[in-house]
């Protein structure tokens, strides 16, 4: 339950990362998986724990928002082609 917002944050980061220059999209995209990674540990209360959580939530965002960025170009291209 605790990586559901790892997840969800990352979709919606691939998501807005479409809408970006390529050139600007590894940077912001880097910058936004390291901030949402931190939050989403210290959100979890996993800090708590152990700070290590951030091996973890840092790449899960990444991983996610990567996904969301193919996914959606891929249903922009797809809405473009039916038209």
């Known amino acids: 339950m ?3 917002f790892p997840i969800a ?4 980061i691939g ?3 479409g809408w970006l220059r390529p050139s600007m999209r590894r940077w912001v995209g880097a910058l936004l998986a390291f901030v949402f990674g931190v939050l ?7 800090f708590r724990i152990s700070w290590a959580y951030l091996l973890i ?3 899960l ?3 996610s928002a990567s996904v969301g960025l193919i996914v959606s ?3 922009r291209l797809n809405l473009m082609q039916s038209s």
């Open 40 to 46: 989403a540990t210290v959100v979890s209360g996993e």
């Open 2 to 4: 605790n990586e559901l």
């Open 73 to 75: 170009q891929r249903l």
């Open 9 to 12: 944050s990352g979709f919606l």
């Open 57 to 59: 939530d840092i790449p």
């Open 61 to 63: 965002v990444a991983i």
């Open 15 to 17: 998501s807005f990362l």
